[in-house]
């Protein structure tokens, strides 16, 4: 039984070894992505218990992503093997500042069949008992009307076994528009605690101009329902709107060089979701949430970079203080 569980399509992605337009890129690198397996895999390294829900084809890349999350440690039971899809692809550009362009192979694959069956299946199993956390992502719900209803069925079980249930918006435009999207993920985000988002995704959500302070769009969230909401501001860190209206603000660690910026936001994620299970206060989960961002984006590949408990504790002692004066 693990402390926290997650559910999500995982996928074999292609990352191009040079920087410039996907057009032009020939040569790609095989990483296993998917940003819920990005937060698990992080989480696991940073010494907590987690376990992924999902599904892969029978095929190769299937193979490679069950090896890579059991090699971090991820428990992989509630990952299954679907005989009669594919794994899902991808392929993107590298460049060190987004938007990054990708192309997804992905309709019809086996993650995108995930459904509230499964959820079903890994509850009856116990994947829920003792758990303390459950972190879902608006990716999934738009993924297929099944996936949708995984995702729904996981936060209702989650919610009555008294976990602490987070949402990461992760609007993907090449899967839905945002007049699709908007009412499925203010649903989702009315029956969680915590919501991350960009101020373009809280603003989708609170049906607000993208340009408005962050703290507003964060305040418009947090009237949603969920009681913090974590405005992710990429090179200008993150602010944190906890109910009670304490806003906080964290500023980013400088980065000298950014190798790849895909999977900053799940890493950061997976520190702040640690740092909560660790109990620590607001402010020192979006710390450890922004050092752990830091250290993904200089290094390629969504999981790469992901730091253990170490490695954590030594950026936060060396930079962290200097970031955050
Ligand atoms: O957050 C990084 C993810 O976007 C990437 O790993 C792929 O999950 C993915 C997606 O659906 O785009």
Redesign the pocket.
């Known amino acids: 039984m693990s402390e926290v569980v997650t559910l999500?399509?995982?996928?074999a992605?292609f990352v191009a070894t040079s920087s410039g337009p996907l057009a032009d890129a020939v040569a790609f690198e095989r990483f296993v992505?998917?940003?819920?397996?990005?937060v698990a895999a992080g989480l696991a390294r940073l010494g907590h218990s987690v376990t992924y829900i999902g599904r892969v084809g029978v095929d190769r890349f299937g193979t490679a992503i069950v090896r890579k999350l059991r090699g971090e440690g991820v428990d992989v039971r509630h990952l299954a093997i679907d005989p009669d899809a594919q794994t899902g692809v991808?392929f993107r550009e590298r460049r060190s500042l987004g938007p990054i362009d990708?192309v997804?192979h992905?309709a019809g694959s086996a993650g995108s069949r995930l459904s509230a069956d499964d959820i079903d299946a890994a509850a009856a199993a116990g994947a829920f008992e003792e758990a303390r956390w459950l972190h879902l992502?608006g990716?999934t719900p738009a993924l297929s009307p099944e996936a949708r209803m995984a995702t729904t069925r996981a936060r209702e079980l989650a919610r009555a076994a008294g976990l602490t249930v987070s949402l990461d918006v992760?609007l993907?435009r090449?899967?839905w528009s945002d007049e699709s999207a908007r009412p499925v993920v203010r649903e989702l985000a009315s029956g969680v605690d915590v919501v991350f988002g960009s101020p373009d995704e809280l603003a989708v959500l609170a049906d607000a101009d993208p340009a408005a302070d962050p703290a507003e769009l964060s305040a418009a969230v947090h009237a949603l329902g969920p009681s913090v909401v974590v405005a992710k501001l990429g090179a200008d860190g993150a602010l944190g709107f906890e109910a009670g209206g304490t806003v906080v603000r964290v500023a980013a660690l400088p980065v000298a060089t950014i190798i790849d910026p895909?999977?900053a936001?799940?890493a950061f994620c997976a520190g702040f979701i640690a740092g909560r299970l660790d109990g620590v206060d607001l402010e020192t989960a979006i710390r450890m949430g922004n050092a752990c961002g830091a250290m993904a984006v200089a290094a390629a590949g969504?999981q790469a970079g992901l730091p253990d408990r170490a490695e954590l504790g030594r950026v936060l002692a060396a930079g962290g203080a200097d970031a955050l004066r």
């Open positions: 999500g399509e995982c996928l992605s992505a998917g940003a819920e397996a990005n991808m990708v997804y992905r992502t990716i992760n993907r090449r899967l895909v999977g936001g799940d969504d």
